[in-house]
């Protein structure tokens, strides 16, 4: 072979390895995956939707702007590192190619100082680039990364990460690998640069440094030993890669085509899932915004080491289990898996065995009442605080609005917090029912002062020609169409944003207004997408009570610091929550809006 | 010269510490938040299991107070304690050899059980509202009727994580069992049951009054919490429980729901509790030095504890604590 030497052999090994494993890995995913997912991939291969994919792996997986959102230093770190590392194969190449080496083995793009020096290749001058230079100053860039990387380990509160995640020893190898691929090449391609004198202000300096040290007889000696540690650091990295946290590196590209091709992870596990399994990197971003971490002191449960345990196949109930599903992580992953969803598809394959008989009761409760076009579901946790349902009593009749009451008398559940507990085939029973109940009764709104319910009815329901609105709009359209008249008071409000609704349904503006046509509104600190969850989200199935409490404890202080005279909330769980641990009046919207009613609506008065 | 003890707290547990306190020769602040002396005991009817009229309790721990000569300051609220002395609303200093915490307890708002419609709907009340209308000498509905079907409900508030409150309150079994009974010398056509999850029957006759309600009185106990109340459309309430014994939910309506409310820790525990010494327990009444030789003693050898700060007790068990902290600070006076 013209261009070889034996120590690109451990390079070569790693290389097949890794590209071998990962190939298989990908196309056994994709074989198995639904037809229907296969369909949507072919008929948006050639759309605009794969430029827009090649736009987001330009921006996410090279240079992961997303985590510039998070902290700058933390996304310079990253992108140092990966883009980096991009542009030394691609300048590399584009080197190799200009020594006229265009389509030479892949190890002598790789390891081009070498092979330039030893075999005394002539420059033929592409636009007249010293390529020296530009390879030392992305060398540099890239050991920037390192040190950043370094830094971290020590003290990750200087890019903002309380606590970072706790690494299996498989990942712990391939990190260090990582760290060491780049000094390792640094120090070869100095000791090459030093003999050859071929370097760039790096290499050529420290080259120099190192000859004068060294002498030249243990300089000339110490060469090929560097080449064979950088070649073996980088097969101990290719052959941990697909097995550890860096099978992220290659798997965000699939993941952003195939979902920027409309394919989504559902209720059911799918083969679509190992995408967004192994494209989690392990950063441990989600680590700190989990409030049972910072509250609770549950810290094995978040969703870093809910996929990693999921993708190693150990993946334990009380893992899937322990989570409030309030999305805080979600939002700031920087690859946008979408975790709520596969930690809900795993419950489903833990717990899902759906009894037949349990509910045959189902058949035939319809013990509704009233009569209209606007229905109003209440919902298990408004029949447990009253005065929500109270207050939309009084709205209804002050908007003179004919109401079918759902389940005021009692009812079926909506049928997510078994969703929510994996009893995915249970939960469609009840969905069923209720679906039934609404279409029979001939409503054309269904209003819910629920946001649990609300979000399963737009997900999960069928319910064509049936406008579904959280109270929150409704009652924000009652006002807007002057169907109901309500004092402003000099009373100030803060509101908590239920994760149901607003980071999960996008509903963040009507409760807002609401709150502003009775009074002043005081936003918290932490608020709308990044607002915290009450504690006592039914999707958590392992949480006990005292922790639950804590988190309340700490939601209601961090609502009361803004001093307002009382916290509104638009969900009856999150209010029962909050309440505990608040020494501030709570309110559900409609209390407030019930509470500042004018005598009698301006639909009443004669119109002039 | 003789020594002065501030008691903090004129309810049966500072009045008997008082009392006794004044027959060792010490000189004795009770200080009361509210004008009168007596705590809780001025909103009860008749004492289980007796039925003793509470003001003739009552009124025995005046008499005793008043002679023995102990300087009473009333209206008056202690901010904070400290190993020499109080320091009352507006910041003025009381300066004592040693202080008796005796602040008692709050009653649980029946208003955080939203579901229970306390406060929402017409004829749902607490037991301290039954006491109250039995003192008044007129027990009725909203509209004037009587109850025809009256449900007590135990545990309100007590044993009850959903808020909070994780420990059992002791006193309201037998609380609700007496109120049952007094319901249905009333009304006697009326049917009464109680709600349970269970029925702690720890003070000597307890158990026997609770026997002769169902056997006598015909009181009907069913093991299980209500989960919910609402009004129905003849303006009755209609509860939701589950018969745990029979294992099948059950609706019913009545016409008056009764909560047995628990004991909740005083207001004024997190206060004290900035003083040295002085320690809560995780339940948030006050933590007595040990539950044994030290149960009236703090942290502070100068500070002690009696009635219902350190847990909920009856009125007897909160005098003998009174009593006993008197003597422990006696002896801590004479070793100084």
């Not at chain 1, 190890?107 to 092979?115: A, C, D, G, I, S």
Request: net charge neutral.
């Amino acid at each position: 072979m013209r261009y070889f030497d034996s120590f690109v052999v451990p390079f070569a090994v790693g290389a097949l390895i890794l590209f071998a494993v990962v190939l298989w890995k990908y196309a056994n995913w994709f074989i198995a995956m639904p037809r229907a997912d296969k369909k949507r991939v072919a008929r948006g291969i050639f759309s605009r939707r794969t430029a827009e994919a090649v736009g987001e792996v330009i921006s996410e997986s090279l240079l992961h702007r997303r985590i510039f959102r998070v902290n700058p230093l933390l996304g310079y770190m990253h992108a140092s590192l990966a883009f980096g590392w991009f542009l030394l194969i691609a300048v590399g190449w584009i080197e190799a190619a200009a020594y006229g080496l265009t389509f030479s083995p892949l190890w002598v793009h790789v390891f081009f100082r070498w092979f330039g020096a030893h075999y005394g290749l002539e420059h033929a001058a592409v636009w007249g680039i010293d390529f020296a230079f530009v390879m030392d100053l992305l060398l540099l860039f890239v050991l920037s990364g390192v040190a950043l990387a370094w830094a971290k380990r020590m003290r990750s509160k200087m890019m903002g990460m309380r606590k970072t995640t706790r690494h299996t020893p498989g990942d712990r190898i391939a990190l260090s690998a990582l760290w060491f691929i780049f000094p390792a090449r640094l120090v070869a391609e100095s000791l090459t640069a030093a003999i050859y004198d071929n370097g760039g202000f790096l290499t050529g300096s420290l080259g120099n440094g190192l000859l004068r040290l060294l002498g030249p007889e243990v300089t000339v000696s110490a060469e090929p030993v560097a080449w064979w540690l950088y070649s073996s650091v980088l097969c101990i990295f290719f052959v941990a890669m697909p097995f550890s946290r860096y099978m992220h590196i290659f798997t965000e590209i699939p993941l952003i085509f195939l979902r920027r091709y409309g394919i989504t992870s559902s209720e059911k596990e799918s083969s679509f899932d190992h995408f967004q399994v192994e494209a989690c990197s392990r950063c441990g971003i989600c680590i700190d915004p989990c409030q049972l971490q910072s509250q609770a002191g549950y810290d094995r449960v978040q969703s870093v080491y809910f996929l990693r345990d999921r993708r190693y196949g150990m993946l334990t109930e009380s893992v899937a289990e322990n989570c409030l599903m309030c999305g805080r992580c979600q939002n700031l992953c920087p690859v946008g898996i979408d975790l709520n969803t596969l930690r809900l598809n795993s419950r489903d394959t833990l717990r899902n065995t759906p009894n037949e008989r349990r509910y045959e009761y189902l058949r035939g409760i319809d013990p509704s009442h009233g009569a209209g076009k606007v229905g109003y579901f209440a919902g298990c946790m408004t029949l447990l605080t009253p005065r929500t349902l109270q207050a939309m009593e009084r709205i209804f009749s002050a908007a003179g609005e004919a109401v079918w009451w759902a389940d005021r008398e009692g009812g079926v559940c909506c049928g997510r917090p078994l969703k929510l507990a994996g009893e995915t085939d249970s939960a469609r029973r009840m969905m069923e029912h209720n679906t039934a109940l609404f279409r029979k009764h001939g409503i054309t709104t269904l209003v819910t002062s629920c946001p649990i319910c609300l979000k399963v009815f737009k997900e999960d329901y069928d319910l064509p020609g049936i406008e579904i609105l959280h109270h929150s709009e409704y009652l924000r359209r009652l006002l807007d169409e002057g169907r109901i008249g309500v004092e402003h008071g000099a009373e100030s409000f803060t509101y908590h944003d239920p994760c149901e609704l607003g980071r999960k349904g996008g509903i963040y503006e009507p409760p807002r207004e609401v709150i502003r046509s009775v009074g002043e509104l005081v936003e918290p600190a932490q608020t709308r997408e990044n607002a915290l969850c009450c504690g006592s989200s039914v999707a958590n199935l392992a949480i006990d009570d005292r922790n639950q409490e804590k988190i309340a404890v700490a939601v209601a202080g961090h609502l009361e610091a803004t001093g307002a005279d009382a916290i509104v909330t638009a969900c009856p769980l999150c209010k029962k929550a909050v309440s505990r641990g608040s020494t501030r009046p709570v309110y559900d919207l409609s209390e407030i809006v019930a509470g500042h009613l004018k005598e009698s609506a301006p639909a009443d008065t004669p119109q002039a | 010269m003789s020594k002065k003890v501030i008691i903090v707290g004129g309810g049966a547990a500072g009045m008997k510490c008082a009392s006794t306190l004044r027959t060792q020769g010490v000189e004795v602040l009770l200080v009361e938040r509210d004008r009168t002396l007596g705590g809780k005991l001025n909103g009860w009817h008749k004492l289980f299991p007796t039925l003793t009229p509470a003001g003739e309790v009552l009124d025995a721990l005046k008499r005793e107070v008043a002679a023995s000569g102990a300087e009473v300051m009333t209206g008056t609220e202690v901010e904070r304690i400290a190993a020499n002395g109080v320091t009352v609303n507006g910041g003025r200093e009381l300066k004592a050899d040693a202080v008796v915490v005796c602040s008692g307890f709050d009653l649980f708002d029946a208003r955080i059980k939203e579901e229970y419609g306390y406060g929402i709907y017409d004829n749902v009340y607490t037991t301290v509202d039954i006491e109250r209308m039995l003192n008044e000498g007129r027990v009725a509905l909203a509209d004037g009727s009587a109850p025809r079907r009256i449900a007590f409900l135990h545990c309100v508030g007590s044993r009850d994580e959903k808020v909070g409150q994780r420990h059992c309150s002791r006193v309201c079994c037998i609380t609700g069992v007496k109120q049952a009974m007094e319901m249905k010398e009333l009304f006697p056509q009326a049917e009464v049951y109680n709600f349970y999850m269970d029925i702690r029957m720890f003070g000597p006759g307890y158990e026997e009054m609770y026997r002769e309600a169902q056997q006598k009185y015909n009181v009907n106990f069913i093991r299980g919490r209500i989960s919910e109340a609402s009004p129905t459309f003849d303006g009755r309430l209609q509860i939701k429980a589950e018969d745990t014994l029979v294992g099948r939910p059950l609706k019913m309506s009545v016409d008056m729901l009764v909560l047995i409310v628990g004991m909740r820790p005083g207001c004024s525990n997190g206060r004290f509790a900035c003083t040295e010494g002085v320690n809560l327990a995780p339940n948030g009444f006050v933590s007595p030095l040990n539950p044994f030789a030290g149960n009236v003693r703090s942290g502070a050898a100068s500070i002690f504890y009696a009635g219902t700060v350190t847990a909920p007790k009856n009125i007897g068990e909160s005098m003998n604590e009174g009593v006993a902290a008197a003597m422990s600070v006696v002896e801590y006076l004479n070793a100084r």
